[in-house]
């Protein structure tokens, strides 16, 4: 019998055995300048893509009861540049090869949850892209939660910090 409990040590396996394929080094636009990271991507067979993020220096209150989400996407162009006013304006929208409406978006990720002190990590299984398609794409986190409704891209809000993906290694 196959069970979750055991694809979770599959994930696990991948993610603790297993170089990743391709990776996004985060950094925060002037205004959020500690806030710095990695995304890393690895290759999860048929099952698709294991993406797994740490982050530090999300702005969060660290009172209770405040907004610890943030939005995360891969974005269509492999640039991080903008201006001050618009940071990272250049990576374009949400990857979206099938012209999907949102949050149905290649790249629409789940959030990321920022612990008290700003930290967030997270590990999902993504199907929607293969490695190969993100490559020379960016990952943009907002300061603000997905809503998963607005068009076209969940009133995420500001864009906070990026990175481009690359190859993380060279493969064999």
């Known amino acids: 019998m196959y069970t979750f409990q055991n694809e979770n040590a599959d994930f696990a396996r991948i993610f603790l055995s297993h170089r990743p394929y391709a990776a996004a080094y985060i950094k925060g636009s002037d205004t959020y300048p500690d ?8 290759p999860a067979g048929d099952r698709g893509v294991l ?15 405040t907004q610890r989400f943030f939005a995360m996407h891969i974005h269509e162009n492999g640039t991080c540049r903008g201006t001050s006013v618009e940071p990272f ?22 959030p990321l949850l920022s612990n008290a002190r700003g930290k967030a990590f997270s590990a999902v299984l993504c199907d929607s892209f293969k490695l190969n398609e993100i490559l020379q794409k960016s990952v943009i986190v907002h300061r603000a939660p997905d809503d998963f409704t607005s068009q076209p891209a969940g009133n995420a809000g500001e864009r906070i910090a990026c990175g481009t993906i690359v190859k993380a290694f060279r493969q064999r």
Do not use: W
Request: aromatic fraction near 6%.
């Open 35 to 42: 806030t710095a990271g990695r995304i890393l991507f690895y």
């Open 89 to 110: 304006q250049e990576a374009g929208g949400h990857y979206n090869p099938q012209a999907c409406p949102h949050p149905m978006h290649a790249g629409d990720l789940p």
């Open 51 to 65: 993406v797994v993020s740490n982050i530090r220096g999300l702005p969060v209150d660290p009172r209770p009861c």
